[in-house]
């Protein structure tokens, strides 16, 4: 059970990282059930715990030890507690906090203990054709391979299977809304290339409106 999360230096969100753990520990794989996994390939030590919100995006800062190039970080533990605290937190491996600093800085990065950081996650654009019958919507920042080969559906009511969707145009899938839907709608992700499947649970809210944004928390 782990989410892969990326960063460009365009559609950021603001958040908090700490670090825990040895300075160059690999961290934890607990509730996710990775155990010491976490050490080695495809993690290699580069990972987080995360707070209620992360667990059910990595980060750029702005301490002066930073290297101002982005990391990606699964999400393999939940760090209850104060993380919750704040609306947004990761809590990396020692490792991986070491990993946003510039060369030969990271004990300094660390010392820091907290810094604001920066995250990015899937956004769904809503088209601004779209309307109580008619749901269209742009898919953006999506990491990993960088294109999809499937992407379904699930509206919260009536209770049905997750339905796929049509690509419209580039990164536009649409949706015939049936009589009755409603949302709030999950939206289900398949790469074309590997197949790895992310979910964004209610991600797109009964109320969703054309031309809005609407950030999941989720992302290959």
């Not at 980060?59 to 939940?78: H, K, L, R, W, Y």
């Amino acid at each position: 059970m782990s989410e892969s999360f990326n960063v460009s230096l365009n559609g950021l969100s603001s958040a908090i990282a700490t670090w825990y753990g040895s300075p160059e520990g690999s961290g934890s794989g607990g509730a996710c059930g990775l155990a010491n996994d976490v050490a080695n390939f495809p993690y290699n030590g580069l990972i987080s715990a995360g707070n209620n919100f992360l667990f059910k995006s990595g980060a750029g800062c702005e301490n002066p030890a930073c290297s101002g190039f982005p990391i990606t970080v699964p999400i393999t533990d939940e760090c209850p507690g104060t993380c919750n605290n704040d609306p947004i937190h990761f809590d990396l491996s020692g490792k991986a906090f070491g990993y946003l600093a510039k060369p030969g800085q990271g004990d300094i990065l660390r010392k820091a203990g907290r810094i604001n950081i920066q995250y990015q996650s899937i956004t769904f654009k809503i088209a601004t054709g779209s309307n109580r019958n008619y749901l269209a919507f742009a898919i953006e920042n999506v990491n990993g391979d960088g294109s999809l080969g499937f992407v379904e559906i699930l509206p919260s009511s009536p209770k049905r299977s997750w339905v796929p969707l049509q690509r419209s145009f580039g990164a536009t899938w649409k949706y015939d809304i049936p009589v009755g839907t409603s949302g709030p709608y999950s939206v289900r992700l398949t790469s074309s290339d590997s197949r790895r499947q992310v979910v964004a649970y209610n991600t797109i809210p009964a109320n969703w409106a054309p031309g809005q944004y609407y950030k999941s928390n989720v992302n290959f």
